[in-house]
């Protein structure tokens, strides 16, 4: 219960308790004074029968109930000195001004009661607010400790919670924000040296089949070959940021439809057919039964062409890599493997970093293709890993369709 309700039902029981008290006390003293009155009529009839023993008792009940002269009485009684403004009784002036000083103090003591009650919530509540800004003032000081034997159900225990979980949520996305700034100054640095070493190449190779108007053909040819190249290179890296910044922003609506593992394969021998031949390396599929997977077709054929890709850079000719996948009842697993150099041990944890190069990378390599692999298959609901060892070819596996 907040503190708050907690004091005013206590002050709201007191109230009633002395309103209580106050009534019973009332009640005796007018018990006291009734009794008084009835003695005394007691008395003065006694005295009536004994002065007058001839008065019957229907006389003297009217007498009682008021059917007597009251002036004539009244007269009487000024002569002897007794007015409306007296006591007819003397014992019941004591019991009057008892019951009247009785009151008087209850009256008093409640009020005081009631400043009393108020006055220990202010200092609770200033006591609670002491603490609570020391609280605040040791989280300015990077003091984040939660004081768990102290929550209570009172509200500044709940509001020191609240501002301890606001806390904690600003400082881990003043954390979060902090590192993608960092992150963003590596990926920026990284995108700058990625695109400045093929520019300048690029410039380079321009001016001088502008400049040299005697250049031989065929370096003017090779020259023009390279430049190619380059531009090819930067306009791979450009798309696949693109995509991958895409792809982490959330603006890319993933399809979920049935796909033929077959199909993806084949899809993905036909982008890597020129650099298979190229590079003397022979992309297969593995026979076997048709096995169907929830994806987007075009993006996860995207995500294994890189990964091919990838494995054809790393064997050498006359190698081979091979596709496959299989029905393993709870999920379905599609992997990509080759018979080439392999991935140094050192360099197998970070494979799927952005523009992470390993050992064996090759001269051309730009260290994104198996980053944009993993964000796309991840988006899918898959998980992706590698298996590998120095000289012994590598393993690619992706685990889709989790039941």
Known sequence: MKVKYRYLIIMLILAVLFAAGGTVVINMWLGEIKKAEFDNQVRLIAA?????????????????????????????LREYGITDSDWAVYENKGNASRMLICCNIMFLAMPAVFIGVFLV??????????????????????DYTLLVNENTEDEHSILRNEI??????????????????????????DISHQLKTPLTSMIIMLDQIIDDKEMPEDIRQEFLCDIRTGANTISFLVQSLLKLSRLEADSVEMKEESVSCGLLFDKCIENTAVIADISEVSVEKQPGEEIFVTCDEKWMTEALTNIVKNCIEHTPAGGKVTLGAEDMGLYKKLTVSDNGCGIDEKDLPHIFERFYRGKNSGENSIGI?????????????GFISADSAAGKGSQFTIKLDFK
């Open 369 to 381: 293709g198996l980053a944009l692999s993993k964000t796309i298959i991840e988006k899918q609901g």
């Open 48 to 76: 009536v029968r004994k002065a007058y023993p001839e008065v019957s008792d229907e006389e003297l009940l009217k007498v009682l109930d008021g059917e007597g002269d009251e002036m004539q009485t009244k007269m009487m």
């Open 121 to 142: 919530y202010s200092a609770r509540t200033k006591h609670s607010s002491d603490k609570l800004t020391d609280y605040l003032t040791d989280i300015n000081r990077g």
């Open 164 to 189: 301890y979980k606001t806390t904690i949520t600003l400082r881990e996305q003043a954390e979060r924000t902090a590192r993608d700034k960092h992150e963003l100054k590596d990926s920026l640095s």
